[in-house]
């Protein structure tokens, strides 16, 4: 009986921290990431580009504060070098994918409105009832009319124009100051009164950040690969540049790659070239198993969680938060165990 009444008390008191630990974790997510975002920002900046200003530092012996200046400038022009790069290297590339992609609306609107006609006569329907139903649908995404109603309204554009470039400032600040003074952070981070738990929870959320980047940009190296031997194959003009942007496209979750290969699958087959699509289909079918069995290996793997966990996560996060859910889904499982455990080991502690 009394090996029973423990063991329950356990059990309550596993549920008692766990309900407290992922219930701080969703506040936190749902209402403090958006506030804190110039910083989280500024943070990763930091982390990426401190080793280099430790290096002029140390080895150059340039002064701290010179240092610092110098890799932001150095990391800011390195950006807008690179998006200005590569808007002149794919510019004629963007110019014919852009027309393709309109053509290719116009080829599937026509292709609609003929398979309209035919299953109309066949199934014995008046003329002209379907498309104009299908019209109509298609009508309500009418993004043109969207964009003018926002271009109308100037006021809202304004702050949001002046929002974005005072968290940029602030991200460009902060990122100053967390290189600067990374070590001078810590300190004081340990001398707070849960500074010993922060930092066991900040190093296990380090650590699967590290490896969610590590597995975006293992896959999305591999899914280009596999969409430029596709493209090039079905005969799609300019397939490094479309694989390109299909393997970007793919990191993003509420894309994936079926945003390119799906209507591009289509489309041969409207056109009645079997082979281009069954070839669009199979690289999608590859690319998609492909981050399915992956992602999950790789981020399990260096997060000390299953790949079936952190695929549930993933979702999990999607249907709470939406997509920063799906970015976040994994720390906030790692950052809420980590809670819970020092809840109990603090309960047995007495």
């Not at 807008?80 to 002149?88: E, K, N, R, S």
């Not at 498309?131 to 993004?143: S, T």
């Amino acid at each position: 009986m009394e090996l029973w009444n423990r063991f329950n008390n356990i059990k309550t008191a596993n549920i008692i921290c766990g309900i407290i630990a992922y219930g701080t974790v969703y506040l936190l997510v749902k209402y403090g990431t958006c506030l804190v975002m110039p910083f989280i920002i500024a943070y990763v900046v930091a982390w990426m580009v401190r080793p280099i200003a430790v290096f002029l530092i140390k080895y150059l012996r340039i002064p701290e504060n010179i240092a610092v200046v110098l890799v932001l400038a150095g990391t800011l022009s390195v950006v807008f070098l690179g998006v200005a790069g590569i808007c002149i290297v794919f510019d004629d590339n963007i110019h014919d994918i852009w027309q393709g992609c309109l053509l290719f609306v116009d080829d599937t609107v026509l292709m609609t409105h003929s398979l309209c006609d035919g299953l109309e006569k066949k199934i014995g329907l008046e003329e002209g009832c379907i498309f104009p139903v299908l019209k109509n649908w298609f009508n309500q995404f009418d993004y043109k009319g969207k964009a003018g109603i926002l271009a109308g309204n100037s006021l809202s554009m304004a702050g949001a124009s002046v929002e974005w470039i005072v968290s940029s400032i602030i991200v460009v600040v902060a990122a100053f100051y967390f290189i600067r003074d990374k070590d001078k952070i810590a300190g004081n981070r340990r001398k707070l009164v849960f500074g010993r738990e922060i930092n066991k929870v900040l190093n296990a959320i380090y650590v699967t950040g590290v490896a969610y980047l590590k597995a975006q940009v293992i896959i999305m190296i591999c899914v280009a690969g596999i969409c430029y031997a596709g493209f090039y194959l079905a005969g799609i003009s300019h397939p490094a540049a479309v694989a390109v942007f299909a393997g970007i496209l793919d990191a993003f979750p509420l894309l994936g790659i079926g945003v390119v290969t799906i209507p591009m699958f289509l489309y041969f087959i409207i056109k009645g070239n079997i082979k281009s699509g069954m070839i669009m289909f199979a690289v999608f079918a590859a690319c998609y198993g492909f981050r399915q069995v992956m992602e999950p290996k790789i981020m399990g793997k260096n997060v000390g969680i299953s790949p079936l966990m952190t695929m549930f996560t993933i979702y999990l996060g999607y249907k709470l938060f939406g997509f920063l859910g799906v970015l976040t889904g994994p720390f906030a499982y790692i950052a809420a165990e980590e809670i819970r455990k020092m809840l109990m080991a603090s309960r047995k502690e007495g």
